[in-house]
């Protein structure tokens, strides 16, 4: 199958192409003249770069998904690079000290992580074991979500999973999301107001209760609406709308320091939550623009085998299965 346009992050060339036609500049920041999103091509390592983008304002919900320091589909590349530990948790730390300070009193952070198998599970222990020096956000979840397709070879276990860590600060907001698995299994009777009742009697909803182990999101692939071609680490939007809808409210600011294809800005747009996003490439800053105003004129969650850049005339083969 084919879309129309191969992974960008690891071809230079093809990168250079389309640097053109990307509305915004490192430094930049694209103000939505809609509803007040922000798009900002800015590197988070730069605490002046963050307050720029911010403005003065703190957030609700801080959902945030940096590169895993993991080698994505065998490349290392500027945007998703893998490299010593150490340098990864000083660029950890770094943009985590300069998230803190813009989440509002009563608020959550969500981060995605991942644990390299071959290599000690890095980075995710170290990354818990760093989050313990911010006392004043408090661990809340671990949460897997469970990929369709997997890795690995015929003599280890597959993998399928996704890892993302909930914290809090102060006493933010949480609403209980259902999923749409239905219950079907009868069971823990317990005894109220004198009657011995199932679970079903006593739920308050029909389908099952999300856990911290996620099925119900579908990784994303070429057929999907939602796909964004040249983009390869996009998040299922279920995924985020979740996190969006469990942890904030209407009107909310809501914060994504890594965008990439734009998934966060899309969950906003649709739960009508304001966002403030960010990705330090102006490729990817550009695609996420281009994936809200694309959203807003036709109802498209992305662009399925098309290609977000289509002043280019590319025919490539895709990698994404
Ligand atoms: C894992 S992807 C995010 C995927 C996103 N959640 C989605 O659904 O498309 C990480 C993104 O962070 C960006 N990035 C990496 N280092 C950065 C930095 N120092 N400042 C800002 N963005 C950075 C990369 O360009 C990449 O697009």
């Not at 922000?38 to 963050?50: A, I, P, Q, T, Y």
């Not at 399928?160 to 909930?166: A, D, H, I, S």
């Not at 807003?296 to 994404?320: A, T, Y």
Request: proline share 5%.
């Amino acid at each position: 199958m084919k879309e129309k346009i191969q992974r960008i992050d690891s071809n230079p060339e093809l990168k250079q192409l389309l640097l053109k036609y990307c509305r915004l500049k490192p430094g930049d920041i694209w103000v939505d003249p809609i509803k007040g999103h922000k798009v900002g091509c800015l590197d988070v390592r730069n605490f002046e770069s963050m307050n720029k983008l911010m403005d003065g304002k703190k957030t609700k919900l801080n959902c945030s998904d940096p590169p895993y320091n993991i080698e994505v589909g065998g490349e290392n590349t500027v945007n998703l690079s893998e490299t010593d530990l150490e340098t990864y948790m000083n660029f950890s730390k770094q943009w985590v000290e300069n998230a803190i300070p813009f989440l509002d009193d009563n608020s959550s952070f969500y981060i995605w992580l991942g644990a390299d198998q071959k290599k000690d599970y890095q980075p995710l222990p170290d990354f818990m074991i760093m989050m313990r020096n911010y006392k004043e956000l408090q661990s809340r979840s671990f949460i897997t979500l469970r990929n369709q397709r997997g890795y690995g070879t015929q003599k280890n276990w597959m993998s399928v999973r996704q890892e993302c860590l909930y914290y809090t600060k102060g006493d933010p907001f949480f609403k209980v999301i259902y999923t749409d698995i239905p219950k079907i299994l009868k069971g823990y009777y317990k005894t109220v107001d004198g009657q011995v009742v199932d679970n079903q009697t006593r739920s308050k909803s029909e389908f099952i209760r999300s856990s911290n182990v996620w099925v119900d999101c579908q990784q994303v692939f070429y057929r999907m609406h939602e796909n964004v071609p040249g983009c390869y680490t996009q998040k299922p939007l279920k995924s985020i709308e979740k996190i969006v809808e469990a942890s904030s409210v209407e009107g909310d600011l809501i914060v994504d320091l890594f965008a990439h294809s734009g998934t966060t800005l899309i969950a906003g747009e649709k739960l009508n939550r304001i966002v403030y996003t960010n990705d330090f490439d102006p490729i990817f800053a550009e695609i996420t623009i281009r994936r809200l105003e694309r959203y807003r004129m036709l109802g498209e969650e992305g662009f399925q085998e098309r290609n977000p850049f289509p002043e280019i005339e590319i025919d490539f083969v895709s990698e994404k299965l």
